[in-house]
């Protein structure tokens, strides 16, 4: 027989890897997190995932739920009486947040992850000013959604929060190697309330990772060879 | 409040055909809007900013858009006929993911299947018959991806199947040979309503398809 229990495949550096872990520590699930070594991918982590022998896995009785944002909403459906919904009721909200969420992943993201990798000062300006531009929309979209709460989600951090808040730290690890900041109190007032808010969420602290310890690993996965 | 729903489409894309099968599977009254994608509406650029891309899904003048999105919409709205996801959190996850899978690997490769010459079009060949093969070892001796459902995962791909044909005449290949169950799993999904009115013919496709090539590719 199956136990009921739960494993996170992950890495603590991959914001994909904190959205289960913050949506286990919201429904107050507890489960073990199996850290992946950078460099190479575990037998378990391949025969989870075969498809896209990707982190993270959320394993629970033995059954694998892979890709970040449904593994949310599984954690969501699943442990639906412990803590609150993570998704608005509305049908129409819930639309809402899909959206976003895959903007985040799809547009987003990407460019944030592109400023890291740009040559040369006139890529990264443009990259940055992409970067900006889609900011000052999910700006526009947290105003929409929380609708004077704290949270995309309302009164507390929801799957909208967690998709977009998961990149906080890489975003301020890339503002910092850009010597740019993208969100911050003039830029993105609201924005950057929910920002402090979210790190400081009981769910979230234990896993997002300082800033410092981040920019170490950054400097080592994107560092260039020798010549 | 009656309920007015507005698709801004466009009549070859297997992503609106995703929104049209759903909204069929519910019996939803809705006007179909076909759009020039090389002239897009105001209403088109008004409700969707953010791509600018089809299909919109306007339901009593609120917009919701990206087709994935708008299957779960139209199945949370309408929730009392043909459930379009399981309702065990774990098979739908499982149905996300295939549909997540489809969304993020299929097009590509089946624009490199039909806009394509030589090494590229080879490659892109390659990648989309494993990738058909991968979802036919999903479906498995299943009649539905789902199970004996009808469902998500079906109406994600289903789509693609009107543009076979075209596959098969610019790719030079033979889906059926190398996928013979998928194609069954396809002839199925054909005998419901809502798909049969929902998918363009294959040969318009076809045209459609042949005209893209003379505007865009250099022969």
Known sequence: MASDEVKVIGAWASPFVMRPRIALNLKSVSYEFLQETFGSKSELLLKSNPVHKKIPVLIHADKPVCESNIIVEYVDETWSTSGPSMLPSNPYDRAIARFWAAYIDEKWFPSLKSILQAEGEEEKKAVLAQVEEGTALLEKAFIDCSKGKPFFNGEHVGYLDIAFGCFLGWLRVTELAAGHKVLDEAKTPSLSKWAEQFCNDPAVKPVMPDTATLAEFAKKIFAKPAA | ?219
Not at chain 2, 57 to 77: G, M
Not at chain 2, 108 to 116: L, S, Y
Not at chain 2, 126 to 145: A, R
Request: charged share 30%.
């Open chain 2, 1 to 219: 409040m009656a309920n007015e729903v507005i698709l801004l489409d466009f009549w070859p894309s297997m992503f609106g055909m995703r929104t049209r099968i759903a909204l069929r599977e519910k019996g939803v009254e809705f006007e179909y809007r076909d759009e020039d994608l090389w002239n897009k509406s105001p209403l088109l650029l008004e409700t969707n900013p953010v791509h600018k891309k089809v299909p919109v899904l306007i339901h009593n003048s609120k917009p919701v858009c990206e087709s994935t999105i708008q299957v779960q919409y139209i199945d949370e709205v309408w929730s009392d006929k043909n459930p379009i996801l399981p309702s065990d959190p774990y098979q739908r996850a499982q149905a996300r993911f295939w549909v997540d899978f489809i969304d993020e690997k299929m097009y590509d490769a089946q624009r490199k299947v039909w806009g394509t010459k030589g090494e590229e079009q080879e490659t892109g060949k390659k990648e989309f018959i494993e990738l058909l093969k991968t979802l036919e070892s999903e479906l498995g001796d299943k009649t539905y991806f789902g199970g004996d459902d009808f469902g998500y995962v079906d109406i994600g791909l289903i789509g693609f199947y009107s543009w076979f044909h075209a596959y098969e005449k610019y790719g030079n290949l033979n889906i059926e040979s190398e996928c013979p169950k998928l194609i069954a799993w396809a002839k199925t999904c054909m005998q419901r309503e809502s798909v049969a009115k929902s998918l363009p013919d294959s040969e318009k496709v076809i045209e459609f398809v042949t005209e893209i090539r003379k505007k865009f590719m250099i022969e």
